[in-house]
């Protein structure tokens, strides 16, 4: 089966300019997380999807954080305006349901460096 | 919020021997996972092991689960090079529907 895929891979911005990502899930998975990895830590959810609704973006910095999947099926991640802070892998991944019990599959990320 | 933290932070082994991580978490879960990143990539799954199982075995990978300690290992035996990687440990919080929380993980650094 084919895997999450993310794009761009990478993406360089100046602060306060606006940046965005997007996530196909795998075919099938209701389930979709957007994750923040800043380097040398473990990822930090931002906003976790169900089908086209939103289970949980309790981390997500919505001032300047924006997520939708309208359809259910890939979704897109943006920021806006971006500050140095923000730069870091944002990663995508997907899960046949809400449990994650048959664990996550990620995508290879997008590396946001912001100048 | 509740989080795994994984141990020791960073571990350097000679190819062949047997690699030990450690998680510790801190309130009662449903299921841990293990996830693998090589640098630069995404992770992937490794093992999910549920609360009431006390071990699960892949490969050459074993995963222990102790819920009255509230730790769980990863055991990779006979490590090659090609396991040089970063490992996370991932906890739910006992609630299903819940998603998954990651540590900050062990780099495993297996010289040939």
């Known amino acids: 089966e084919a895997g999450v895929a993310q794009s761009p891979r990478y993406k360089i911005i100046e602060k306060r300019q606006s940046v965005a990502f997007w996530c196909n899930p795998i075919?099938?998975?209701?389930?979709l997380y957007w994750y923040q990895q800043i380097l040398g830590q473990g990822p930090k959810l931002l906003i976790q999807?169900?089908?086209?609704?939103?289970?949980?973006d309790s981390q997500l910095p919505k001032d300047r954080f924006s997520a939708e999947r309208l359809k259910g099926v890939d979704s897109t991640l943006k920021i806006q305006p971006a500050k140095l802070e923000d730069s870091a892998v944002y990663l995508c991944?997907?899960?046949?349901?809400?449990?994650?019990?048959?664990?996550?599959?990620f995508g290879s990320g997008t590396r946001l460096t912001v100048v | 919020s509740q989080q795994g933290e994984e141990d020791p932070q960073a571990l350097s082994i000679q190819e062949g021997e047997n690699a030990t991580m450690n998680c510790s978490y801190k309130?009662?879960?449903?299921?841990l996972q293990w996830y693998r990143q090589n640098s630069g990539r995404g992770l992937v799954h490794l093992i999910l092991?549920?609360?009431?199982?006390r071990e699960k075995h892949s490969g050459r990978l074993r995963v222990t689960l102790d819920t009255s300690k509230k730790s769980s290992s990863l055991l990779i035996t006979a490590s090659r090079a090609a396991d040089t990687a970063s490992y996370f440990c991932a906890t739910d919080a006992g609630n299903y529907g819940q998603n998954f929380v990651f540590g900050p993980g062990t780099r495993l650094s297996v010289l040939p």
């Open positions: 092991i549920r609360s009431n199982e």
């Open positions: 309130t009662s879960i449903n299921n």
């Open positions: 075919s099938g998975h209701a389930t």
């Open positions: 999807f169900q089908n086209n609704g939103v289970v949980d």
């Open positions: 991944a997907s899960s046949l349901g809400v449990t994650g019990g048959s664990g996550y599959t």
